[in-house]
């Protein structure tokens, strides 16, 4: 009988892995990275659940690193099978996946240097040659095309959310499940709408906004109110923006801005190699996303494309006024920790956070009120102003998602709810509850269900639990 593995975004934003096993295949539902507290980071340090070399197919919904970012590990480990998603994922994939194992060096290099890790020598997660040889291994398939996989017949659906991004249709032994992946909106001003769900026998949903309905204010004036103001007295505007979405639909709303006179006419600097790169990527896949051409043009007009470290650091010493987006969207690396470093003791400057602040980073450290962000070893005060937008989310909301899932013929047999911190999983469960009279649960990491029991039982029964671990077991190294 066919089982589902509940392997990572359980009780958490991050660390999305489910795994498939049917018929005497094992296919592993995306292979993300644990970001965050330090208690799921080090879970990226354990070895896997299974084998590497026992999953014979991994099939990826998108490409940010909470859904992509273990792949390298996994296949230095013994993965040896082909890994599957759109094509607009490979190509951010590429990208973002060189640029982690890169990452993790940079760290490791510094952490011997400055002596500020335990391990001797410390050592990277991965390296950006593990990071390559992972992104040999892609295949790349078009929406709607339905691939069989040995054991299963798998159909891409798009999501919106941001370039490639899929729902996956999978049919496993006559059961049909849909995971959602991250559920785009559909008033994002860049990407198109989600497809609608028809329905499934088992429906796993993202829940990460489950308990928040997006503020009707417009982002577009929010963020011009706030440049304007910061920038007239000569101030910097700092921008933490996810390098492949954020950007592309932050230097959107700056071009409308400066287009209108809405916003004064300083230097906007899009701070980001991954993202001016990402840009050439979204211009070969028009079919994905809003913008006619000339729009496309006049986005990244807008910016000066900084690509150097050299330039990057020129930034910091020119002062304002200026509007400065650079990545990483929580703060967690990048570029934009020398600049927050720099202007972020200023009151006459402001930090916006444009976006979702997972727990136990920087971001969320910001929006919850600290004013002293650790930095390179170095205490850093934030006395600037610190916004927060939710508003530019490119996830649906909680009043969204259930719209989405009311499109249904009938109610999945099973429904369960991950992608979410715990109250935002909990509280989408009570709406669907209440709305839909839909039964949903939030699984436990580790625990397993008999999908076969499931098609057999119906939508009364208990769910069909075969076993659940606890909190996977933290192994650095």
Known sequence: MPTLRFLGATDTVTGSRYLLDSGGQRILVDCGLFQGFKRLRECNWAPFPVP????????????????????????????????????????????????????????????????????????????????????????????????????AVLTFVPAGHILGAAQLELIVDGVALR??????????????????????????????????????????????????????????????????????????HLSRLRASGAIPDVPIYLNSPMAVDASEIYARFP?????????????????????????????NL????????????????????????????????????????????????????????RIYGRDIPIRAEVHSLDMMSAHADARQLVEWMSGAERPPLRTFLTHGEPIASDALRVRIKRTLGWTARVPEFGETVDLGRIAGVGASATPATVGAGGAPRPHPS
């Not at 990277?124 to 291994?137: G, K, M, Q, V, W």
């Not at 913008?291 to 050299?310: N, Q």
Request: aromatic residues 6%.
């Open 318 to 373: 020119r002062g304002g006024p200026a509007v400065i987006v650079s990545a990483s969207g929580m703060l967690e690396g990048g570029r934009v920790l020398h600049h927050v470093a720099a202007y972020g003791d200023d009151p006459g400057n402001a930090i916006v956070l444009t976006g979702f602040q997972a727990g136990g980073t920087r971001g969320a450290a910001l929006q919850r009120g600290e004013r002293s962000l």
């Open 179 to 252: 995971f959602t992946g991250d559920l785009g909106r559909v008033d994002d001003p860049l990407m198109r709408p989600p497809r609608s769900f028809g329905g499934a026998d088992v429906l796993i949903s993202e829940s990460t906004y489950g308990d928040r309905i997006h503020p009707r204010e417009d982002p577009e004036a929010a963020l011009g109110e706030i440049i304007t103001r910061i920038c007239r007295r000569g101030g910097v505007v700092i921008v933490p923006s996810f390098a492949i979405g954020r950007s592309e639909s932050l230097l959107l």
């Open 52 to 151: 590497p070399s026992s999953i014979d197919a991994v099939v990826i919904t998108h490409a940010h690193l909470d859904h992509t970012g273990y792949l390298p590990a996994l296949v230095r480990d013994g993965f040896r099978g082909r890994i599957h998603s759109t094509a607009g994922t490979v190509e951010l994939a590429r990208l973002i996946l060189t640029d982690s194992g890169r990452l993790q060096e940079e760290q490791a290099g510094y952490a011997e240097r400055h002596r500020t890790s335990r391990h001797r020598p410390p050592k990277p997660l991965y390296t950006e040659e593990d990071a390559r040889s992972a992104i040999e291994r892609f295949t790349a398939h078009r929406f709607d095309e339905q691939i069989d996989l040995g054991g």
């Open 287 to 315: 079919e994905e996303h809003r913008l006619t051409p000339p729009e496309f043009d006049a986005m990244y007009r807008t910016a000066t494309l900084v690509r150097t470290v050299d330039e990057s650091k020129m930034i």
